[in-house]
Nanobody
Framework: QVQLVESGGGLVQPGGSLRLSCVAS????????MNWYRQAPGKERELVGR????????NLADSVKGRFTISRDNDKNTVYLQMNSLKPEDTAVYYC???????WGPGTQVTVSS
């Protein structure tokens, strides 16, 4: 059974940083690319970025380029989202996902506010 558990969210002031983690289980993590998504109140879920299986190649949405980075530790079945220079518009619930499977985790809330 595929499970994804996100953590690391919280309340942060504009300009601050957070590091989100997503621990995956139930599939061979190292064989799949992983995506981060977010959903702000009243908005559709949007893709934040993606990291490939090996080599660390990533693609990020224009809205977060230069501020967010994605990394992974295949030994720990974990994908990370480092978020710097946070803005109020980054406020959302953040999710990780493997596109090969339908499962979503509970997400982790990020609130950027002074």
């Amino acid at each position: 059974q595929v499970q994804l558990v996100e953590s690391g969210g919280g309340l942060v002031q504009p300009g601050g940083s957070l590091r989100l983690s997503c621990v995956a289980s139930g599939f061979t993590f190292s064989m799949y690319a992983m995506n981060w998504y977010r959903q702000a109140p009243g908005k559709e879920r949007e893709l934040v970025g993606r990291i490939e299986t090996t080599g660390g190649r990533t693609n990020l949405a224009d809205s977060v380029k230069g501020r967010f980075t994605i990394s992974r530790d295949n030994d720990k079945n974990t994908v990370y989202l480092q978020m710097n220079s946070l803005k109020p518009e980054d406020t959302a619930v953040y999710y990780c996902k493997c596109l090969a499977y339908g499962a979503w985790g509970p997400g982790t809330q990020v609130t950027v506010s002074s």
